[in-house]
């Protein structure tokens, strides 16, 4: 199965600032198809996680801008510009590439500085 | 509007069976696959497995092979969780997601074994 490797297990913020967060994947996660299924999600505190970046860099429905995704290959990143109070829990990533399994990332908590 | 809404929190005893639904509103229901995730206390996401809607053929992670049955009410646009033999380790919040990127969650459901 393809190992998701995601750093850093905190992100200190402030509020305003920006947050860069990784997801590593142990092979590459372009499929025969040509697309890569790497996406981001958010997990606020008490809540079920959120997508918000599907396919690398596509925002999701309602999503705002100050979220991109990027990447390719084995790489990816998820940066939040313009951090704000609801930006704040765990992060995490998710590949479907290599399906079945989903093999989801260990989480990122972003959290107040 | 798309909702997934799941079935309340539930105390078992070790050995007790229970059963999660999640169901589904605002698409048609077997055009999307659904899965299923555990999420243990203060812990990470671990997809247990997904159900084909269309087809009803479920598909487990190696580490819900046996006493983890995924299953469908379609005509009621429901997905089921059935867990036999509750242990300890059990103890979780068991979400339903939609589709090949989860862009859909249900609200969680918690499963406390405890004696």
């Known amino acids: 199965d393809v190992v998701m490797t995601q750093t850093p297990v905190s992100l200190p913020v402030s509020l305003g600032g920006q947050a860069s967060i990784s997801c590593r994947s142990s092979?590459?996660?372009?499929?025969?198809?040509?697309?890569?299924?790497l996406h981001w999600y958010l997990q606020k505190p008490g809540q079920s996680p959120q997508l918000l970046i599907y396919?690398?860099?596509n925002r999701f429905s309602g999503v705002p801008d100050r979220f991109s995704g990027s990447g390719s290959g084995t790489d990816f990143t998820l940066k939040i510009s313009r951090v704000e109070p609801e930006d704040l829990g765990d992060y995490y990533c998710?590949?479907?590439?290599?399906?079945?399994?989903?093999?989801f990332g260990g989480g990122t908590k972003l959290e107040l500085k | 509007q798309i909702q997934l809404v799941q079935s309340g929190p539930e105390l078992k005893k070790p050995g007790e069976s229970v059963k999660i639904s999640c169901k589904a509103s605002?698409?048609?229901?077997?055009?999307?696959?659904m899965h299923w995730v555990k999420q243990a206390p203060g812990k990470g996401l671990k997809w247990m497995g997904w159900?084909?809607?269309?087809?009803?053929?479920?598909t487990y992670a190696d580490d819900f092979k046996g006493r983890f049955v995924f299953s469908l009410e379609a005509s009621a646009s429901t997905a089921n969780l059935q867990i036999s033999n509750l242990k300890n380790e059990d103890t979780a919040t068991y979400f339903c997601?939609?589709?090949?990127?989860?862009?859909?969650w249900g609200q969680g459901t918690l499963v406390t074994v405890s004696s």
């Open positions: 997601a939609r589709g090949y990127d989860g862009r859909d």
């Open positions: 605002g698409y048609t229901f077997t055009d999307y696959a």
């Open positions: 159900i084909n809607t269309y087809t009803g053929k479920p």
């Open positions: 092979q590459s996660l372009v499929h025969s198809n040509g697309n890569t299924y």
């Open positions: 396919r690398v860099s």
């Open positions: 998710l590949q479907s590439t290599h399906f079945p399994p989903w093999t």
